[in-house]
């Protein structure tokens, strides 16, 4: 069920493989054990065309979760993310996440219906 999906500027790319910024948000998701075995998704956005201001790299993971989980767990789960991106990419000067919950009372995915 958690999606995270990574907005980052094409450069990025140039320093690690897409195939690898994934699985390190994959593995450091599920490492939180917040979610089931295998419902993790993670998906990659690189920008060829951006303006934040005299950056030439950025990277913002959002987290989108089913409701429940504490504030101090999803801090959690956002530093360690933004940790392990940062010693993976040292040389992105932009790195953030943040965390948002979906309400089960409005939620419907394919099994549902």
Known sequence: MPHF???CS???LNQES???IMQKVYDTADSSSLFAKGDIKVRI???KHYNIGESEAFLNV????MEGRTDEQKLKLSESIVAALK???PN?????MNVRDFEKANYCNRSMV
Not at 62 to 65: D, E, K, Q, S, V
């Open 18 to 20: 897409p195939e690898r």
């Open 5 to 7: 999906i990574i907005d």
């Open 10 to 12: 094409e450069n990025v």
């Open 45 to 47: 956005n690189p920008f």
């Open 62 to 65: 959002f987290g989108n979760i």
């Open 87 to 89: 010693n993976m990419l």
């Open 92 to 96: 992105v000067p932009f790195i953030s």
